[in-house]
C-alpha cells in the first residue's frame, strides 16, 4: 500500500505563490510517473502538470509560465511551484503517483486527500 500526504496549500493573494508537495511512502519499488490536478467548484477535475520518473514534465496550457513541477527521487516527493497565482487557480489540489510496487510488475495508482489553493483578489 501507499500514502500520499499533502501540504503547503492555503490563502494567498492574487499575484502570489505557494508551493505544494507531496510525499509518497510506502512499499515503492519505483515511480512511474507523480503529479497534480485541480477540480474547482462547479467544474470537472484537470490536470494541471506532471513529471515523470525519468524528469519528463508536461503542464495545463493555463499554467504554463507560472507552475514548475519537480520530483525528488530520493524522496518520493513531489513538487508544484505556483507563482504569479491568479484567482482561476482556486481549487483543490489533487495529487497522485503511479509506482511500482515492491514483488509486483503492475503500475498502481494512488491519489492524495486534496489540498485546498484559494486567490483572492
Known amino acids: 500500500q501507499v500514502q500520499l500526504v499533502e501540504s503547503g496549500g492555503g490563502l494567498v493573494q492574487v499575484g502570489g505563490s505557494l508551493r505544494l508537495s507531496c510525499a509518497a511512502s510506502g512499499s515503492i519499488f519505483s515511480i512511474n510517473a507523480m503529479g497534480w490536478y485541480r477540480q474547482a467548484p462547479g467544474k470537472q477535475r484537470e490536470l494541471v502538470a506532471s513529471?515523470?520518473?525519468?524528469?519528463?514534465?508536461n503542464y495545463a496550457d493555463s499554467v504554463k509560465g507560472r507552475f514548475t513541477i519537480s520530483l525528488d527521487n530520493a524522496k518520493n516527493t513531489v513538487y508544484l511551484q505556483m507563482n504569479s497565482l491568479k484567482p482561476e487557480d482556486t481549487a483543490v489540489y489533487y495529487c497522485y503517483t503511479r509506482v511500482r510496487i515492491a514483488g509486483r510488475r503492475e503500475i498502481f495508482e494512488y491519489w492524495g486527500q486534496g489540498t485546498q489553493v484559494t486567490v483572492s483578489s
Open positions: 513529471i515523470t520518473g525519468g524528469g519528463s514534465t
